[in-house]
C-alpha cells in the first residue's frame, strides 16, 4: 500500500489592502487550505477570493478559527470564558460554511490557530470545548490536530473524525508541543532541511524532536505556514521530498 500524506497551509490572512502571503501559489501546492475566518485575520472578500481559487484548484478546505485578536494575529494567549468562546468558534465556522457554498465548495476541516491551538495543545479540555462547539455546527466535520498532543486526546474522546498533524516549518519539544516562537530555532526557514525532515517523519512515522526523541503517532497531513517569505520555496521542497520518497501527495480521506 502507497503511502500517501495531506499537504496544508494557513492562508486567507490578508486584510483589506494589507497583503498576507501568496495565496495563489500555495494553492498550486497543498491539498488542504485552512482559511481564516475574520477573528484573527481575512475578511469576507478575502475568504471568498480564497474558497473560489481552492475549489478551482480541487484544494480541501478547512475552517481556522482563533482568538478575536486581530492586532495580535492571533498569537496572543487570551483567557476568554469557554462559553464565550464556543460562540466564537460557532461564528467563525458559521462563517467559513456560508462562504464556502457561495463558492462551490464545502467545508471539510477544522484547525485552530495560533494562540488557541497551542492552549488546546495542551489543555484538553479547552480543546474539547472548541471541538464541542464546531461539531454542533457542523456534525461531519474532520478536525485536524496537533498529532500526539491533549488536541488528539479530546478528539478521540468525542469520537470525532480527526486527522493527526505535524508541521514542516517549527521545532518540537519532547511533549510533542511546539517550541514558542520566542526561542531561538522554533521557527525553520531552510527550505532544504524543512523538506528532509518531513520525509523522514512521515517515512518513520514519527515526530522527531529537538532532542532527538521519536513520538510515534498517526501523521495524516503536513502544515506549510503561508506567512513567512520562505513559505512557497519550504512548501515545494516538502513536496518535492515526499515524492521522492514514494510518497503520495493528496488531500486527506479521498
Not at 475574520?38 to 478547512?62: L, S, W
Request: hydrophobic share 45%.
Amino acid at each position: 500500500m502507497t503511502l500517501s500524506v495531506d499537504l496544508n497551509a494557513d492562508m486567507g490572512e490578508s486584510f483589506g489592502p494589507w497583503q498576507m502571503g501568496d495565496d495563489a501559489a500555495l494553492l498550486d501546492i497543498v491539498t488542504s487550505a485552512n482559511i481564516a475566518c475574520g477573528y484573527h485575520a481575512g475578511d469576507p472578500d478575502v475568504m471568498m477570493q480564497v474558497m473560489r481559487k481552492a475549489v478551482e484548484n480541487g484544494v480541501g478546505i478547512g475552517a481556522h478559527p482563533g482568538f478575536d485578536d486581530l492586532r495580535g494575529f492571533g498569537r496572543h494567549r487570551l483567557h476568554v470564558p469557554q462559553a464565550t468562546l464556543a460562540n466564537q468558534i460557532r461564528y467563525q465556522v458559521g462563517a467559513a460554511q456560508a462562504m464556502a457554498r457561495a463558492a462551490g465548495g464545502e467545508v471539510r476541516h477544522l484547525k485552530l490557530h495560533g494562540a488557541l491551538a497551542n492552549m488546546a495543545s495542551e489543555d484538553a479540555g479547552l480543546a474539547r470545548a472548541c471541538y464541542e462547539a464546531a461539531l454542533s455546527v457542523a456534525p461531519d466535520i474532520a478536525i485536524m490536530v496537533l498529532a500526539a498532543t491533549q488536541q488528539q486526546q479530546a478528539a478521540e474522546e468525542l469520537g470525532a473524525n480527526w486527522v493527526g498533524e505535524i508541521f514542516a516549518d517549527r521545532a518540537y519539544n519532547d511533549d510533542a508541543t511546539l517550541v514558542d516562537r520566542s526561542k531561538p530555532g522554533a521557527v525553520i526557514h531552510d527550505a532544504e532541511v524543512a523538506g528532509e525532515r518531513m520525509a523522514r517523519m512521515v517515512g518513520e512515522g514519527a515526530i522527531i524532536t529537538e532532542s532527538g526523541k521519536r513520538i510515534e503517532t498517526k501523521i495524516d497531513t503536513i502544515c506549510l505556514h503561508g506567512d513567512t517569505p520562505e513559505a512557497i520555496g519550504i512548501a515545494r521542497s516538502v513536496r518535492a521530498a515526499l515524492e521522492g520518497e514514494g510518497v503520495a501527495v493528496k488531500t486527506f480521506g479521498k
